[in-house]
């Protein structure tokens, strides 16, 4: 009796939530994947990150010590303070950098001219290269070769161009502050070029988005370059900034590269997992709340265009 | 104004009546006021100034992208005392395959290289089906739960794998806990049970949707999904074809283009993978993983005889000749693929 009344309600069931059914089936693959390689996996790091762990034959032996491990990453571990306040610099003013930087790429390329095809090809190369270890080594390479390479390269990526540049106008030494940011962008130019390939895409099928019709009315009315880019350009793109914002956010703080990571790398090679989830936790909790924080401000600026 | 311009210009013979194009604009510059010839003449600056300054911009930067390549392209061929001698820029004056050929050596560059295509492209195959499946479940169903399940999808792309590697090797070394259980019950079948070093650490995950940067391939799938037109499936549906079969028959056909786009980055990304392949490979197995230990590799394998000696300095040629092999598989995709790269990005609907 139960059992048809059962069967009668699954044919009775509304449409909607049937196909809701089939929907727990599409993802039911990935749901007991990510339970295993995700959730587990995430919950576990969490767990070591409060004890002192050996890893033994059977799995990970510890002892449940709180929050010891994270009061040793601040007070203990000389580098890993000093490493997380250099990563979270870097951020801070690569990211806008590379934002300014490949939206005005993007507009160079959505112009016509010729060889944009070429370009486009040149300026999106890195994404296929720059995470692999190989941009580890053209990195060294480049870095290294400014240095120690008797000076055969120092022509094209060294600090003593834009010294002469300086001293050649005659404002050496007149703000040194000033000179020294000026040399660090231009120094970094490599890793910010490298690092902007799928911002300059993202941007690019933005700004194929704005209608003709804005674009007409703005030439009707005579803006300038000037006028049309900031009147025009910036708000329609303005939803494509916070993607790309975050997505280089992300970018820079996960690369495998960067010294935070190394730092908890290095602690998981010296066999201290404890201290390296508690590292690595803290981090994360860093990257979260700068990530939502992003998102909170840049939702107050950016402009929906209303259908 | 300045959109009128051209059209009186180019059929000016229609309007002008005789006129050349300069009467034509002679004539219509003087019925205008200051500013706007003013705003003319500006303009026209900017079009002849413009396209010279574009092009010494992109030069530049196109050179310092291109440079690792084409300094790679030069030290992979030069012998070594070329990177001795201060005349050697660019253009090597003893070329010589000897570098490359040593580093394919050292690199064992055949086997790995078939390793690697084998894991890379079985492994992509799978996650790009996976994502796909999973995509278009949080794309077109709704049902309980989803936005929290989703939120999950964007931890995923939110949390980097360093943070879970550990458990996960934890994971793959003792089976899910299977290993204790089986060793208890014969020592023998247990040590079998170590999946590390074994292509399934890369090819379980895959297979449900937890390779990597699987999230951010769900999250593609489903912005590229939503963006179909209902009116698709509903058609099917009301033809009496289930979800299932709408998926294969219907979807997927759409998605041709999409799917090859992700399929792409998948292989990119599991090529340049070597963090998490490290974590489940003790031997060099990939190309990835090759190049990352070169040096100690080519230490070993090269410049162990006591009659070979090679400064720091010499041994930028290997390194360099090691990149080069590692990214021209890659770059030779690149070149023939590229259109599917950079117009996927937008049509798989990752933007907007």
Redesign the interface.
């Known amino acids: 009796m139960a059992d048809t009344k059962k069967e009668k309600k699954l044919i009775k069931m509304p449409y909607?939530r049937r196909?809701?059914?089939?929907?727990?089936?599409?993802?039911a693959?990935?749901?007991?994947?990510?339970l295993?390689?995700?959730?587990?996996?995430?919950l576990?790091?969490l767990r070591?990150s409060f004890m002192e762990v050996k890893p033994e034959a059977?799995?990970?032996q510890g002892t449940w010590v709180g929050l010891d491990n994270y009061i040793y990453v601040f007070t203990g571990d000389q580098n890993y303070s000093k490493y997380l306040l250099s990563v979270l610099v870097e951020t801070l003013w690569k990211t806008p950098l590379i934002l300014i930087f490949s939206l005005f790429?993007a507009v160079?390329l959505n112009?016509k001219?010729r060889g944009r095809v070429f370009?486009?090809?040149?300026?999106?190369?890195?994404?296929?290269?720059a995470?692999?270890?190989?941009y580890?080594?053209?990195n060294g390479?480049?870095s290294?070769?400014g240095a120690?390479?008797?000076g055969?390269f120092s022509t094209?990526f060294s600090t003593d161009l834009t010294g002469e540049l300086f001293q050649f106008l005659g404002i050496y030494g007149i703000s040194d502050k000033m000179q020294m940011m000026v040399e660090t962008v231009s120094n970094n130019?490599?890793g910010i070029?490298?690092n902007a390939g799928?911002q300059i895409?993202?941007f690019?099928?933005?700004l194929?988005?704005i209608p003709v019709s804005a674009k007409?009315a703005a030439?009707?009315e005579?803006a300038?370059?000037w006028e049309y880019f900031w009147k025009i350009t910036l708000p329609y793109v303005s939803?494509?900034i916070l993607?790309c914002l975050i997505f280089t956010v992300?970018d820079s703080?996960?690369a495998?590269d960067n010294l935070v990571?190394g730092r908890?790398?290095d602690m998981?090679s010296d066999w201290q997992?404890g201290w390296?989830?508690a590292m690595?936790?803290i981090y994360?909790a860093i990257?979260?709340a700068a990530?939502g924080l992003i998102t909170l401000v840049m939702n107050k600026f950016i402009y929906y265009e209303v259908d | 104004?300045?959109?009128e311009k051209p059209v009186i210009a180019s059929d000016g013979t229609l309007v002008g009546g005789g006129l050349s194009k300069k009467e034509i604009k002679k004539i219509h510059m003087r019925n205008m006021n200051e500013k706007?010839i003013a705003?003319l003449r500006?303009k026209e600056l900017?079009e002849k100034v413009w396209?010279v300054s574009?092009f010494l911009?992109?030069f530049g930067?196109?050179f310092?992208?291109?440079?690792?390549l084409i300094?790679m392209l030069s030290c992979a061929f030069r012998a070594q005392e070329d990177m001795n001698d201060?005349t050697v820029?660019w253009i090597p004056r003893h070329f010589t395959l000897k570098i490359l050929q040593q580093t394919w050596q050292a690199m064992d560059f055949g086997s790995t290289l078939t390793n690697t295509l084998l894991l890379n492209i079985g492994c992509s195959l799978v996650q790009v089906v996976?994502?796909a499946?999973?995509g278009?479940?949080?794309a077109?169903?709704?049902?309980?739960g989803?936005n929290l399940?989703f939120g999950?999808v964007l931890?995923?792309?939110?949390?980097?794998?360093?943070?879970?590697?550990?458990?996960?090797y934890?994971?793959f070394r003792?089976c899910?806990?299977l290993?204790?259980l089986i060793e208890k019950l014969s020592p023998a079948l247990g040590a079998k049970f170590n999946l590390i070093d074994t292509p399934l650490t890369m090819y379980?995950?895959a297979?449900?949707?937890?390779g990597i940067r699987a999230g951010l391939m769900?999250f593609i799938f489903r912005q590229f999904f939503k963006g179909l037109p209902k009116e698709l499936e509903d058609a099917a549906y009301l033809d009496g074809c289930?979800?299932?079969r709408t998926?294969v028959q219907v979807m997927i056909p759409n998605a041709g283009s999409s799917f090859l786009t992700v399929f792409l980055f998948s292989v990119?990304?599991y090529?340049?993978?070597?963090?998490v392949s490290s974590t489940f490979f003790t031997k060099n197995n990939t190309i990835?993983l090759m190049?990352?230990n070169?040096n100690t590799r080519l230490s070993l394998v090269l410049f162990n005889s006591a009659t070979v000696e090679v400064s720091p300095?010499e041994q930028?040629l290997w390194?360099?000749a090691?990149?080069l092999l590692?990214?021209l598989p890659?770059?030779i995709m690149?070149i023939f693929l590229?259109k599917y790269?950079?117009e996927g990005?937008?049509r798989s609907g990752?933007?907007?």
Do not use: H
């Open positions: 909607e196909k809701g059914l089939y929907g727990y089936g599409f993802i693959l990935w749901l007991v994947g990510t295993i390689w995700f959730v587990y996996p995430l576990e790091s070591y059977g799995g990970m790429i160079i112009q001219f370009a486009r090809a040149v300026f999106f190369l890195p994404v296929i290269i995470t692999g270890p190989v580890n080594i053209i390479d480049i290294k070769s120690a390479s008797a055969q094209m130019i490599f070029v490298w799928i895409l993202i690019l099928a933005a194929q988005n007409e030439q009707m005579g300038t370059a939803p494509m993607a992300i703080f996960t495998p990571m908890v790398l998981q997992y390296a989830a690595a936790w994360f990257v979260l990530v | 104004m300045a959109k706007e705003y500006r900017i396209p574009r911009i992109l930067l196109c310092i992208i291109l440079y690792p300094y201060p820029m996976t994502c499946i999973t278009y479940g949080f077109r169903f709704r049902f309980k989803k399940l999950l931890m995923q792309i939110l949390v980097p794998s360093q943070i879970i590697a550990i458990p996960q934890m994971e003792y899910l806990g290993q204790p379980l995950p297979l449900m949707a937890n769900i289930g979800p299932f998926f990119v990304w090529w340049n993978d070597f963090y990835a190049l990352k070169l300095r930028i390194m360099e090691g990149c590692a990214v890659l770059l690149y590229q790269f950079t990005i937008e990752l933007v907007g």
